[in-house]
């Protein structure tokens, strides 16, 4: 029997969890929003001037602002994302500092290493 999808309010999730994030010292805080077969969908939220350090880039994924501005940079360029903005994740080390209080979808491709 194949489960039934069920519809998340992304905006709400993004609320609740950016309260959790100004709770906490790193000012993070992130939900997997859907792990499948192929694909993970996690929604990670940062208050202002947090930020996911320099970090090795999966194989393929995607970044999508939900709500706020963040900043992707590699050593060698940045990108100013704003919300509706989606954009694929460069090969290199890159990181993610968040202009305002941000949330954002990372999707992440699972079958390949």
């Known amino acids: 029997m ?52 320099d970090h090795d880039s999966p194989p393929e994924a995607t970044l999508q602002v939900v709500e706020g501005k963040v900043r992707m940079s590699t050593a060698e360029e940045s990108w100013e994302l704003s919300v509706g903005d989606h954009i694929e994740i460069p090969p290199q080390r890159h ?9 954002f979808i990372l999707t992440i491709r699972l079958d390949i290493s």
């Open 95 to 103: 990181s993610v500092t968040a202009l305002d209080d941000a949330a």
């Open 2 to 53: 194949t489960k039934k999808p069920e519809a998340q309010n992304l905006a709400e999730l993004s609320r609740e969890l950016l309260g959790r994030a100004r709770g906490v010292r790193s000012g993070r805080s992130a939900q997997s929003i859907f792990t499948g077969t192929y694909l993970r969908q996690v929604l990670l939220t940062l208050t202002a001037g947090s930020e996911l350090a």
